[in-house]
């Protein structure tokens, strides 16, 4: 069976080496190009996933593709930067401070290389699994000074931008003015999988599949099933873009930075996979042809993550559920604090981890003690996922210097880079993160002004 799994693995990746060949020779220049963003996903993640999914020989799909670099994510007045820096950096080919999207330190917008593509005419889109306002989809498609400031701003100038294709969630930035311009500007307006799935009505598609994020992958057994994976999003959106004039799509895996924060392994290990489905789904998708560039990076690296030899990989893979849904499903007294014997019982329920009352005790002290300087209506669950992980022991940062970070436990490790297709040999070596959209504005012949 394992002489079987090699030598198909070996046969693609053969196909692949033929194949990118004739698309990646010297001078052949891109018309669309597909920008994947694993958000936190760094080599730790990648190591995590691969074990877990493939086993320790197996591989991802990404790391198949046949040119490769190592990014560094410094931001302009930070070693470790934030999403919202990196993005910039991503979309912009310039540092700007952390928490700023798509302006310079001194408050100068600069365009994105959405916007170039824009310009020429070209087909445009963005999607995420977090909010499409969020720091990295907003990178692409609006200026502000500060991420958190009002989405909402965000949403107003996505739509003025007027991408053809966004999905993802965020519905709660886009009220009902704001779904109405939509409807004006020609935007189809989908809010579950199935609606997008057969919806083939009009120019422009605007998917909001949840109010804020989309679900955990490991928590979509208990929802209603009406969010859609990564890959069915971008096959969707390669579907809706594709063009003789080109066009240029950004996908990001936002959920693996999310699962890191809180050292959640299990989700750490099936965001990356999500994410590896859509690189490959991507791939596929541009196999049989020699237009299209695909790059797939990640913004920064969270919590440094690491597969440490002791790491219970048997327990990991008996998860049932994110700390995220443990403690939704966890009620509180009324003192605020969560009722101790709920969590023990939930605790068992879905991690399999037993813990006697006065063991539940501490925890939920610890839970409700739990510091944090960014998206503190998470640190509870952050806490959770740092007390399982300690118990499977993962290699992390600690809950102490992820509570100390302004970035939530973002590390300045750098993150590694795959590349595929028309100009995927300029791709390699060492390479600082604003150098990505730079290579891809050249290959296009398109301007920074």
């Known amino acids: ?38 958000d936190g996903m760094g080599v730790g993640q990648l190591e995590i996933a691969r074990e877990l999914e493939k086993g320790k020989e197996g591989q991802l799909f990404l790391t198949s593709l046949p040119f490769s670099a190592l990014v560094q994510t410094y931001s302009a007045n930070r070693v470790v930067t934030d999403s919202a820096a990196a993005g910039t950096a991503l979309a912009t080919g310039n540092k700007t401070n952390n928490e700023m ?8 917008e600069v ?38 400031a009002d989405q909402t701003d965000i949403a107003q100038q996505q739509l003025t931008l007027s991408p053809d294709v966004m999905l993802g969630g965020g519905d709660v930035f886009y009220g009902p003015a704001l779904l109405e311009k939509a409807k004006e500007l020609g935007y189809t307006i989908v809010r579950n999988r199935h609606d997008l ?18 679900s955990f992958k490991i928590d979509r057994k208990y929802t209603d099933g009406n969010e859609p994976s990564l890959s069915e999003m971008t096959k969707t959106a390669l579907q809706r873009l594709d063009n003789a004039n080109g066009f240029f799509l950004m996908v990001e895996g936002a959920r693996i930075d999310h699962a890191a924060h809180s050292a959640d392994i299990a989700s750490v290990w099936r965001e990356t996979v999500e994410f590896d489905e859509a690189v490959k789904t991507a791939v596929e998708w541009a196999q049989n042809r020699s237009d299209t560039l695909i790059v797939v990076v990640a913004d920064h690296e969270t919590m440094g993550i690491s597969a440490t030899e002791p790491l219970k990989r048997k327990m990991i ?20 604090n969560f009722i101790t014997s709920h969590l023990v019982d939930n605790l068992f329920k879905y991690t399999g981890i037993v813990l006697t009352a006065e063991e539940g005790e501490q925890l939920n002290v610890r839970l409700m003690n739990a510091r944090g300087k960014v998206y503190k209506k998470n640190k509870a669950a952050w806490e959770l996922g740092s007390f399982i992980s300690e118990r499977y022991n993962t290699g992390i940062v600690n809950q102490y210097i992820r509570g100390m970070s302004s970035a939530g436990g ?3 490790n750098p993150v590694p880079l795959f590349a595929y297709g028309a100009g ?13 959209p730079k290579k891809m504005a050249e290959l296009m012949d398109y301007h920074w002004n």
């Open 111 to 148: 365009k994105s290389i959405l916007d170039l593509f824009k310009e020429q005419e070209k087909k445009t889109g963005i999607i995420s699994t977090n909010a499409i306002t969020d720091a990295t989809p907003a990178a692409f498609t609006a200026s502000v000074l500060n991420r958190w």
């Open 197 to 214: 799935l057969s919806n083939q009505e009009g120019d422009k598609l605007l998917g909001l599949f949840a109010p804020y994020h989309l």
């Open 1 to 38: 069976m394992k002489k079987l799994k090699f030598l198909s693995t070996l046969c693609f990746s053969l196909f692949l080496l033929i194949n990118t060949s004739s698309v990646t020779a010297e001078g052949n220049k891109p018309t669309n190009m597909i920008y994947m963003i694993g």
């Open 424 to 436: 995927a040999e300029h791709f390699h070596g060492m390479l600082d993160n604003t150098d990505i």
């Open 317 to 336: 893979k008996k998860m049932q559920a994110s700390p995220e849904y443990v403690l939704s499903q966890t009620k509180k007294g009324e003192d605020g």
């Open 101 to 108: 999207i798509g302006v310079t330190p001194d408050g100068k």
């Open 410 to 412: 973002h590390t300045a």
